[in-house]
């Protein structure tokens, strides 16, 4: 997700940067190519406009700050109105990310969504983070009366998921089957229950009122909706249409690993009001991801997001290890040894794609790597090149000479070139976390301008 959109909004950056001073025609011009970026992404027209006058009114009203280019300021702007855009922001009261559990045990969470959004899985994946990362004692129930797979499906990935589901009775009601899963929560001290809604094709009103009697029935801590962003504009209708009709507390958005163009999650939070809480990035149950506006925003904007992959590979990887490699990419330290342990640790977080997309430089990277068949053979080609280093090469691999560069490819399977075009990509990446490493010093991406 956000590909596209980041390519546009880096090309109107870019061409910015090669202005001294920007005049307000220059603005004017960023302005508009910015929100043909943002409808070309799928985001709904009111809330392109929204965030394009905004731009627009901060950037020709904003004093002129020495430590900064204008350029920049207006890459500055620009976050600012996309993290408001997706819900967050100063001043915005903001719910911590992920879901809540603030509420007597046994905690009800009702998962709401049409069929095929993916909220099975969600549920599952939910299950398995509150297991593992919360310690909570979770039951996990199916109310699908209409489809005995689903509730057969929910079984199977409790199990996965290393938690329990509420044994299937046949014939029972939604409210009935709800009303068991609260007692046998209450009688053997769950923490959680998450309830797990039928789905249909489209809203209709049967199941609109199925879903709203399950609320009013239990009383649900949390009621998410699961949506697709594959959807696009269809997922914020939904959302719009559930909230209005049951009320919901947050958004889920699932295939976010796909190729969706993003606009949906630009749309959700104006159009609907509701938070989009988690993100749901791959088919594994690990693939789930908090959603943090700010982040979401510095990925759009190309920047990378080192916290969000750091994050993740200290969920997976060895923490202390993940920290060392951040305090590295900060300090514009991270060298091909580094390259060579993260490409290693890549396969055990899933989605290599979903990864990638976190790391700084990626849309220089991408059409290389789209060439060299975006799979795992690349990855292993590139650690066994750097394994066929000298670990001062490594450190600095300014010094190889060609002649070293052909005993290298020769050593690791590969051509001068593979060799060329790791370099090259790895010098893209090295200059890409300098300058955020930069802009992370003057407050640029963090804090305010002065
Ligand atoms: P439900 O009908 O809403 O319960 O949908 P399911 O949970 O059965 O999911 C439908 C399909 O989408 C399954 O094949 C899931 O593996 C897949 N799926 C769910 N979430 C994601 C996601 O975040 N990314 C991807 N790529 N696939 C997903």
């Known amino acids: 997700m956000f590909e596209a959109l980041s390519g546009k909004l880096n090309g109107v950056f870019d061409r910015l940067r090669r202005r001294g001073a920007l005049t307000e025609a220059d603005v004017a011009e960023a302005s508009r190519e910015v929100r043909i970026a943002l409808l070309e992404a799928d985001v709904a027209l009111p809330v392109v ?130 009303a068991r899963a609260m007692e046998v929560a209450r009688g053997e001290l769950y923490d959680v229950v998450i309830l797990d809604t039928a789905g249909r094709l489209s809203i209709d009103e049967a199941l609109m009122d199925e879903v709203a009697a399950v609320k009013a029935a239990t009383r649900p801590h949390e009621s998410l909706l699961v949506v697709d962003a594959m959807t696009g504009q269809d997922a914020v209708q939904t959302a719009r249409a559930f909230n209005e009709r049951v009320g919901i507390t947050g958004i889920v958005m699932t295939r976010v690993d796909g190729d969706a163009r993003g606009g949906a999650a630009l749309s959700m939070r104006a159009v609907t009001g509701a938070p989009i ?118 450190r600095n691999p300014d010094i190889l000479k060609a002649s070293r560069k052909k005993r290298i490819a020769a050593g690791a399977g590969a051509t001068v070139q593979d060799v060329n075009r790791l370099l090259k990509q790895f010098d893209d990446m090295s200059a890409m976390m300098k300058r955020m490493s930069k802009l992370g010093q003057k407050g640029l991406m963090r804090g305010g301008l002065g």
């Open 49 to 178: 406009k929204d965030i394009v006058s905004k731009v627009r009114e901060r950037a020709v009203g904003a004093n002129v700050i020495k430590s900064v280019s204008p350029a920049q300021q207006v890459i500055k702007i620009v976050n600012d109105c996309l993290v408001e855009a997706l819900g967050g922001g100063e001043g915005v009261e903001q719910a911590p990310p992920g879901i809540s559990l603030q509420a007597a045990s046994p905690v009800p969470i009702l998962m709401i969504g049409l069929q095929g959004s993916g909220k099975t899985t969600t549920s599952g994946k939910i299950a398995l983070r509150l297991r593992t990362r919360d310690k909570k004692k979770v039951l996990l129930a199916s109310l699908d009366v209409h489809r005995p797979a689903a509730q057969l499906q929910l079984e199977t990935l409790a199990k996965q998921a290393g938690v329990a589901s509420l044994p299937i009775v046949a014939g029972q009601t939604p409210l009935q089957i709800a």
């Open 277 to 394: 809480k988690l993100l749901g990035a791959g088919e594994k149950l690990e693939a789930l991801e908090d959603f943090h506006p700010d982040r979401i925003a510095s990925r759009i904007l190309g920047m990378g997001d080192i916290v969000s992959l750091v994050e993740k590979a200290a969920e997976t990887i060895d923490r202390a290890e993940a920290e060392k490699m951040a305090a590295k990419m900060q300090k514009g330290q991270f060298d091909l040894e580094d390259y060579a342990s993260q490409l290693k640790q890549i396969g055990k977080m899933g989605s290599l794609s979903g990864i990638l997309g976190m790391l700084p430089g990626i849309g220089k990277m991408k059409a290389q790597l789209e060439n060299a068949n975006l799979d795992n053979t690349l990855l292993k080609r590139q650690a066994a090149i750097i394994g066929s280093m000298t670990p001062k090469e490594r």
